[in-house]
């Protein structure tokens, strides 16, 4: 079945230090790859997607890149801030019906 | 902004009661699901639902699991016989009928579910 595999954290950061986490999936065909964000005590929001190979997605200064040779959807930020201190989702959907999501990566950037 | 609304926050239950968690999707949105995350686990797909009728279900979704929409804004799941291991996160999601996909699912901010 499908799954997808997230680089296990916490990862604990500096302000405007450079981040990647790091994103590989399993499905079969062509899914669409999300990157979703859970701010503490909120639930999670669409970050970033992208829907076909060599696809790039961009938001807040966040970007990932679809890439179908090494079934990966890598999330940068080239300077993170505080406010970026959130739990970090990686995300495939096929079908539209449901998502299949990674277990989630913690993010803390300190001052 | 439209927001997806759960409630209750936190629902501390004993084992083998019965638990509904409630969700408001957005307003014009068709597609409603059902994820948990059990604590330090990933969140898991349970059921979606469209047009009054269950669309996929995954093998966690058993015959204790029911989901409704009783009044054309709510969105429940009932657990019947609550089990320890039904302890979890639970998230609600909903989409627009937007044409051409994917299109986003739109998260509540979840109900944490304890069974003693």
């Known amino acids: 079945g499908d799954s997808v595999t997230q680089m296990e954290g916490p990862v604990t950061l500096s302000e405007e230090a450079f981040l990647t986490i790091n994103c590989t999936y399993t499905a079969t065909g062509y899914p669409s790859l999300f990157w979703y964000v859970q701010y503490p005590g909120e639930g999670l929001q669409l970050l970033l997607k992208a829907t076909k190979a060599d696809d790039k997605g961009s938001n807040k200064g966040f970007e990932a890149t679809y890439r179908k040779e090494t079934t990966s959807f890598h999330l940068e930020k080239g300077s993170v801030q505080v406010s970026d201190s959130a739990v970090y989702f990686c995300?495939?959907?096929?079908?539209?019906?449901?998502?299949?999501f990674g277990a989630g990566t913690t993010v803390t950037v300190r001052a | 902004e439209p927001e997806v609304t759960q409630t209750p926050s936190h629902q501390v239950t004993q084992m083998g009661q019965e638990v509904i968690l409630r969700c408001v999707p957005i307003?014009?949105?068709?597609?409603f699901y059902w994820y948990r995350q059990i604590l330090g686990q990933k969140v898991e797909f349970l059921v979606s639902f469209y047009n009054n009728e269950i669309s996929e279900k995954s093998e966690i979704f058993d015959d204790q699991f029911s989901v409704e929409r009783p009044d054309g804004s709510n969105f429940t799941l009932k657990i019947r016989s609550t089990k320890l291991e039904d302890s979890a996160m639970y998230f609600c999601?909903?989409?627009?009928?937007?044409?051409?996909?994917?299109?986003?699912?739109?998260f509540g901010p979840g109900t944490r579910l304890t069974v003693l």
């Open positions: 307003s014009n949105h068709l597609y």
């Open positions: 999601a909903s989409r627009p009928p937007l044409a051409g996909g994917p299109n986003e699912q739109f």
């Open positions: 995300a495939l959907t096929r079908n539209d019906y449901k998502l299949s």
